[in-house]
């Protein structure tokens, strides 16, 4: 079965500074990867996807995240935080079986301190 | 543009009332999804539909009901036996082949 599981509920960094959210999976066959950001009363939106092509994946507004298929994690990188960063994030896995179903993790909220 | 569209943004009821959230999208997507989200925990699958006038239940569809006449759209019904319907609810999109779901701005409904 499919699940994902994010380590963390809660991560503060200071602006500037790097950015690690942490994400690890567990799939029965070749999954596709998505992070999700969402800002406070808003929808999500999606900053990048891995779907089976190169293993380090670059999304918007600066983030990446590595697949290692051995650790079976998808963990969510920037090099420098900014203050618009803070928001919540869900680290999601296809369910698969011929459709695009969604399992959701329970999120990561990210604090940014001047 | 592009996109999704959710509205009400807010949307307040009464206990009892049946109450209906719209999803519209542009996008010529076949998929659309409905989600409920709670405080502190991930999006919950209430309903999905990947083709036009066809439907399956999610994770968590007891007290809703939806109807997928026509592609762009993809109405969610909240109904009385919904026992805790206050809640923030995502409506979502997709092409076929795990590209990924893009979602609208959410519904946020109060039942008081």
């Known amino acids: 079965a499919q699940s994902v599981t994010q380590l963390d509920s809660h991560v503060s960094v200071s602006e500037g500074t790097p950015v690690l959210l942490r994400c690890n999976y567990s799939?029965?066959?070749?999954?596709?990867l998505f992070w999700y950001v969402q800002h406070p009363n808003k929808g999500l939106q999606l900053l990048l996807k891995?779907?089976?092509?190169?293993?380090l994946v670059k999304g918007i507004n600066g983030f990446e995240a590595e697949f290692k298929k051995s650790e079976t994690s998808f963990h969510l990188t920037k090099p420098s935080a900014h203050m618009s960063d803070a928001a919540e994030y869900f680290c999601?896995?296809?369910?698969?079986?011929?459709?695009?179903?969604?399992?959701f993790g329970t999120g990561t909220r990210l604090q940014v301190f001047p | 543009d592009g996109g999704i569209t959710q509205s009400p943004k807010y949307l307040f009821r009464k206990e009892g009332q049946n109450v209906t959230l719209s999803c519209e999208q542009n996008?010529?997507?076949?998929?659309m999804y409905w989600y409920r989200q709670d405080p502190g925990q991930g999006l919950r699958l209430i309903y999905y539909?990947?083709?036009?006038?066809?439907?399956q239940k999610g994770d968590i569809a007891e007290g809703y009901s939806v109807s997928r006449e026509k592609k762009e759209s993809f109405p969610l019904t909240v109904t009385s036996a919904q026992k805790n319907p206050t809640a923030f609810y995502l409506c979502?999109?997709?092409?076929?082949?795990?590209?990924?779901?893009?979602f609208g701005p959410g519904t946020r409904l109060t039942v008081t």
């Open positions: 979502a999109s997709s092409i076929k082949g795990a590209s990924g779901q893009y």
């Open positions: 996008l010529n997507h076949d998929a």
């Open positions: 539909s990947q083709i036009v006038n066809d439907f």
């Open positions: 799939s029965s066959y070749s999954p596709s």
């Open positions: 891995y779907t089976s092509a190169a293993t």
């Open positions: 999601v896995v296809t369910l698969g079986m011929g459709t695009d179903k969604l399992i």
